[in-house]
T-cell receptor, first 113, second 111 residues
Framework: DAGITQSPRHKVTETGTPVTLRCHQTENHRYMYWYRQDPGHGLRLIHY???????DKGEVSDGYSVSRSKTEDFLLTLESATSSQTSVYFCAISGTGKNYGYTFGSGTRLTVV | GQQLNQSPQSMFIQEGEDVSMNCTSS?????WLWYKQDPGEGPVLLIALYKAGELTSNGRLTAQFGITRKDSFLNISASIPSDVGIYFCSYSGAGSYQLTFGKGTKLSVIP
């Protein structure tokens, strides 16, 4: 089931370069989220969106920006990548109502060298 | 801020053994969700709990929403090799669809 896809799956980039990760959903869900996963820290929220052009910061938003120009796409941008941003990034979507558990993408492994 | 403690951090068990892990918080929550992450993949929802005292099963998995609304546990019975992965608890507060995740319990099953 490809209700949510992330691209690229893997990326290596140099320190100081901009990087954009894409999350695409076909579920027409209102909410979209970007998390990063690091050993010892679990999943930490970077930014989230509650509608087109409506976004807000999460727990670890410094150095990241997001954009959502249409329902199906949520972009995460590292303006100037640093080694501390080497991580696995997950996008998630959720609907509303009682059964709103997240659906996660397969992740993007980003390495900043 | 809200504290969410998930334990244990990691477990090594023999195939066939039962497993128990839990999450505790410093605040009261409305929803507990348990996820499993297979290596190289995103987390997948296992069980959702919506009211205090609720006990829900999904195959060999059983989870309970603590009566105080500050804790939850997940049990896996008769573990098998494909149970290997990281298990996350998560919660949401009143009026929120945003989930906060524990740091995970890494489960290894020895055949």
């Amino acid at each position: 089931d490809a209700g949510i896809t992330q691209s690229p799956r893997h990326k290596v980039t140099e320190t100081g370069t901009p990087v954009t990760l894409r999350c695409h959903q076909t579920e027409n869900h209102r909410y979209m989220y970007w998390y990063r996963q690091d050993p010892g820290h679990g999943l930490r929220l970077i930014h989230y969106s509650y509608g087109v052009k409506d976004t807000d910061k999460g727990e670890v938003s410094d150095g990241y920006s997001v954009s959502r120009s249409k329902t199906e796409d949520f972009l995460l941008t590292l303006e100037s990548a640093t080694s501390s941003q080497t991580s696995v990034y997950f996008c998630a979507i959720s609907g509303t109502g009682k059964n709103y558990g997240y659906t996660f993408g397969s992740g993007t492994r980003l390495t900043v060298v | 801020g809200q504290q969410l403690n998930q334990s244990p951090q990691s477990m090594f068990i023999q195939e066939g053994e039962d497993v128990s892990m839990n999450c505790t918080s410093s605040s009261i929550f409305n929803t507990w969700l348990w996820y499993k992450q297979d290596p190289g993949e995103g987390p997948v929802l296992l069980i959702a709990l919506y009211k205090a005292g609720e006990l829900t099963s999904n195959g060999r998995l059983t989870a309970q929403f603590g009566i105080t609304r500050k804790d939850s546990f997940l049990n896996i019975s008769a573990s098998i090799p494909s149970d290997v992965g990281i298990y996350f608890c998560s919660y949401s507060g009143a009026g929120s669809y945003q989930l906060t995740f524990g740091k995970g319990t890494k489960l290894s099953v020895i055949p």
